[in-house]
């Protein structure tokens, strides 16, 4: 699994004059790194195997990648650059770098294929001199013995494969806070706690294939063998993908139902699912916290569904939306959903705050998302409030909700006007 480096360039869209000044810059320091790397360390040292590598590399992106969720895939394509850093010269493996990225299949825009190529291009020079700084050797042809094939190759390729972590979340995270406004270190921080295992299996298959090519003399056959273990891979990452999908399924299918019961809340679980996600993000909540904010926003309204429907029916606003037993109900009802268990003490405590009830920082998220929209979005016409209104209205609230919160829901639909206007 890696992070979706070439979807994430999708972004890269429309009149953004600061996301092209930032891939020019790329463009200049790849450039120069390539050219710094061609005077240190000179040409590829294997012309054949630059020309195999960069095949395989090209073929295997365009077969295509496993994706996991929103910010998760599997490509084999990223252990032949890793492979390329190794066996070929920083520029051999920044030329491998680039034609994955070139050759890559899908519906990218100019600019963002400009971005992709550029970054895949430094991925490659950067971890080319990592891999040497790191007593890398390229000719190993005659190392033998596990201690030696190690600490000439395995070691380095670890280092070469953490930089690359390193580097790929800086990239993209520089785009997506140009184009999107996501804080910069919430989206580092999320590229890199799903990587650093991953990348682990793509250095180890990544070192075997190396160790198979020049040490055991198997030559570009070698690749055969590595074959079958990504092909596992594959159907291992492609199984945990569709586990995940049909989690997404199932959510869906309980919003539709809650729909159902109360067509007055049609798109408020989508709504303040993604405002919560993004006050966790300016809250700098952890991964796994971001995650459960955003499922408690989706199914926090899923207590309605126990309600008697001459009670529901009409719950698209006001106090019946807020009946106290509704939060809890949906607690109960999703109780032994094991992928839902972090999700629970926000759905079961989203209700109107209690002045002497201690809270979660995740349900007071979603309370205060969940109080947003129902304000700004879902009261009746003549009552629903401007975006400053309902704000005013929340910041004037009791008992009060935490100063924090309201902080990053201020700073959340700033972020959102922003995307707007773009």
């Known amino acids: 699994m890696t992070p979706r480096r070439s979807d994430a360039t999708r972004e890269v869209r429309g009149s953004y004059p600061a996301a092209t000044l930032y891939i020019v810059a790329l463009w200049l320091c790849a450039a120069g790194l390539t050219y710094f790397c061609w005077l240190a360390y000179g040409p590829p040292i294997r012309y054949a195997a630059l020309l195999v590598l960069t095949g395989v590399g090209v073929a295997a992106v365009r077969f295509g990648s496993n994706k996991v969720d929103d910010s998760v895939q599997f490509a084999a394509s990223n252990i032949i650059l890793l492979t390329a850093v190794a066996m070929l010269a920083p520029v051999g493996a920044g ?91 919430i989206q580092v921080a999320r590229l890199l706690s799903g990587t650093g295992v991953a990348y682990l299996a793509y250095g180890l298959l990544a070192f075997l294939l190396v160790v198979l090519w020049v040490p055991a003399r198997l030559g570009w056959t070698s690749v055969l063998f590595t074959l079958a273990l990504l092909l596992g891979a594959r159907w291992a990452i492609t199984q945990y993908g569709e586990e995940r999908r049909a989690h997404e399924r199932a959510l869906d299918v309980l919003v539709a139902a809650i729909e159902t019961r109360a067509p007055g809340l049609a798109g408020h679980s989508a709504r303040v699912s993604a405002l919560a996600g993004h006050m966790a993000e300016e809250l700098s909540l952890r991964p796994h ?101 309902a704000m005013a209205e929340l910041r004037t609230a009791w008992p009060p909700h935490p100063p924090r919160v309201l902080e990053a829901l201020d700073r959340a639909l700033e972020r959102s006007n922003e995307a707007k206007r773009a």
């Open 289 to 389: 916290q971001l995650s459960d904010v955003r499922r408690a926003g989706m199914l926090h309204d899923v207590g309605l569904l126990t309600l008697p429907a001459s009670s529901s029916a009409d719950s698209s606003f006001g106090p019946a939306h807020d009946i106290g037993v509704a939060p809890q109900r949906g607690a109960d009802l999703l109780k032994g959903v094991s992928f839902l268990s972090g999700a629970l003490e926000a759905v079961a405590h989203h209700g109107p705050k209690q002045a002497d009830v201690p809270s979660t920082v995740e349900a007071d998220v979603v309370r205060v998302a969940d109080r947003y929209d129902l304000l700004a979005h879902v009261a009746p016409e003549d009552e629903r409030r401007t975006s400053a209104e």
């Open 95 to 185: 030329v491998v770098g680039l034609a994955i990225a070139a050759f890559r299949l899908g519906p990218l825009s100019v600019r963002g294929r400009a971005f992709n190529m550029a970054m895949f291009m430094l991925l490659g020079l950067l971890g080319g001199l990592v891999y040497d700084v790191a007593g890398g050797l390229h000719d190993i042809a005659d190392l033998t013995g596990v201690g030696p094939l190690l600490r000439h190759v395995g070691l380095p390729l670890a280092a070469a494969s953490f930089a690359q972590i390193v580097v790929n979340a800086a990239l993209l995270s520089g785009v997506l806070t140009i184009t999107r406004g996501v804080p910069f270190r």
